[in-house]
Every structure is written in structure tokens, then in C-alpha cells.
């Protein structure tokens, strides 16, 4: 084997192991919390754990988040998760693959629920009968 042959394999397996090892990456994180703390969280249908949780997400964009907590009102609203600089395309090609190093993307979202109001009986009684009765002799 000659020197130039050597110095081609040395640059080929060199090229391979920097190609192969280990690259950055981002990790995206979104902690969603309540007040009060303690709701079952539902992020676009999947339900994800009590409030505060954090979940690894994969997209930028509007998410739909469903919060229910006994003694509350149930919340169903939507937040949207806007992407960082370095996460636009042609930029987030070397965040995602040459970047030696993971970066980590935290985000938070935060919601306020309102103590689930009072149902007055009378009316909801009133409003059932109303309805068995339309029900019951409604014409055809």
C-alpha cells in the first residue's frame, strides 16, 4: 500500500466516523400548567397527564388543549407554539444535523380555569320537561 492509498483510507474512514457520529439535534419540550394545579390535560386528543406536565412535541404550530379539573369549568381552547430562528428552514438543517450538541427548546403553556358555576335545578328541570315535551308531540 502506497502513502497516497493510505491517505485516501484515512480520509474516506475519517469522512465516515464525523458523518455517522453523533450529531445535534433539538429537543422540544412543552410544560403546560394550570391554576389550579391538578387538571387532566388533553393536548390535540391525546390525554397527557395533570397539570404541571411536560411532553416531548415534534411540530411548531396551534395545538388543541382540553382541561378538566373537578369543581372547574372545562376549558377546551387552542395555543399556538411559534417556531424559534433557528428552527427555519434552511437554518434548522444545522441545528438538526450539524450542530455537535443538542439544544434544548422549553416552552410553556399556562392557563387560568374558572370555578364551574352554580346549575340552578328549577331551570334545568323546567328546561327537561320543555324538551320531553317538544319531543314527545312534535309533529311530523
Not at 58 to 66: N, S
Amino acid at each position: 500500500m502506497t502513502i497516497r492509498q493510505g491517505a485516501v483510507r484515512f480520509i474516506l474512514l475519517s469522512s465516515l466516523i464525523l458523518t455517522t457520529g453523533p450529531a445535534g439535534c433539538v429537543r422540544r419540550i412543552v410544560t403546560i400548567n394550570t391554576d389550579p394545579q391538578g387538571a387532566r390535560v388533553t393536548l390535540n386528543d391525546e390525554e397527557i397527564g395533570t397539570s404541571p406536565v411536560s411532553v416531548d412535541f415534534l411540530w411548531y404550530g396551534d395545538y388543541d388543549v382540553i382541561l378538566h379539573k373537578n369543581g372547574y369549568e372545562t376549558l377546551h381552547t387552542h395555543h399556538k407554539l411559534f417556531a424559534p430562528w433557528y428552527q427555519v428552514p434552511p437554518i434548522d438543517f444545522i441545528a438538526e444535523a450539524l450542530v455537535p450538541f443538542t439544544i434544548d427548546d422549553r416552552r410553556e403553556m399556562f392557563f387560568a380555569l374558572e370555578p364551574a358555576k352554580e346549575i340552578n335545578r328549577e331551570q334545568l328541570l323546567e328546561n327537561a320537561a320543555e324538551f320531553r315535551e317538544r319531543t314527545l308531540f312534535a309533529e311530523e
